[in-house]
């Protein structure tokens, strides 16, 4: 998994731990500022003030806000997976309905516990640069949970597959953020909602 984020949000990968350690600093900073302040108020310059560190080192990794954005995007769906796969490992669900439960409980999770998750949603694009296509983060988990259900559940990933799973990940944060909206911590009542509508519409294609 990527340590810092996706690897084309970042001008050059720190080689040395010295300088990975200010990447850490600047993403941390992010993270902070982006919870504070909200994503149109963050700027790289109070992000070097917060991280300790020289505006040209973060300009030295990162080309600008944006592209830091798009690192702790990345971070983040590293950290979701790493997350969900120890869930799974420690209590493997017999079922896929169970796995699709337990993947919203931890995306709930991250919402509570990771700061500025909740502003980013994941859904920026993380590689503008491709020529015909954007990636967003919803994408990036569609593919992840397409390749657990074939991994885990045995349904063989296909165009259909990747469609219907791909409108249930965007359904699901949808309905997460409206339960964050109705409370802060979450209200309840629509996180079990978001949960009956993801797995009734993916039970049209995964039996």
Do not use: N
């Not at 919203?104 to 919402?111: D, G």
């Not at 020529?131 to 569609?142: E, K, L, M, N, R």
């Amino acid at each position: 998994m990527s340590k810092f984020g996706a690897q084309h949000s970042l001008r050059r990968l720190p080689v040395q731990e010295r300088s990975a350690a200010r990447v850490r600093r600047m993403l941390d900073a992010a993270a902070d500022l982006i919870e504070e302040v909200g994503y149109d108020r963050l700027s790289t310059t109070a992000i070097a003030q917060r991280a300790d560190v020289a505006i040209g080192s973060v300009y030295q990794f990162f080309g600008d806000k944006r592209s830091l954005a798009e690192a702790l995007s990345q971070r983040y769906i590293d950290l979701y997976f790493e997350r969900l796969g120890a869930r799974f490992d420690a209590e493997p669900p017999e079922h896929w309905r169970a796995g699709v439960e337990s993947a919203i409980t931890e995306y709930v999770h991250m919402y509570r516990t990771a700061p500025g998750f909740r502003v980013l949603h994941l859904a920026d694009a993380i590689d503008p640069g491709q020529a015909d296509t954007v990636t967003t983060g919803g994408d990036v988990i569609a593919a992840q949970i397409i390749g657990g259900l074939e991994q885990r559940f045995g349904h063989a990933g296909d165009d259909e597959l990747r469609k219907t799973v791909t409108v249930a990940v965007e359904t699901g944060q949808a309905l997460v953020r409206l339960a964050f909206r109705r409370d802060s911590e979450g209200d309840a009542s629509a996180i079990e909602e978001a949960k009956r509508v993801v797995c009734d519409y993916l039970a049209r294609r995964v039996s």
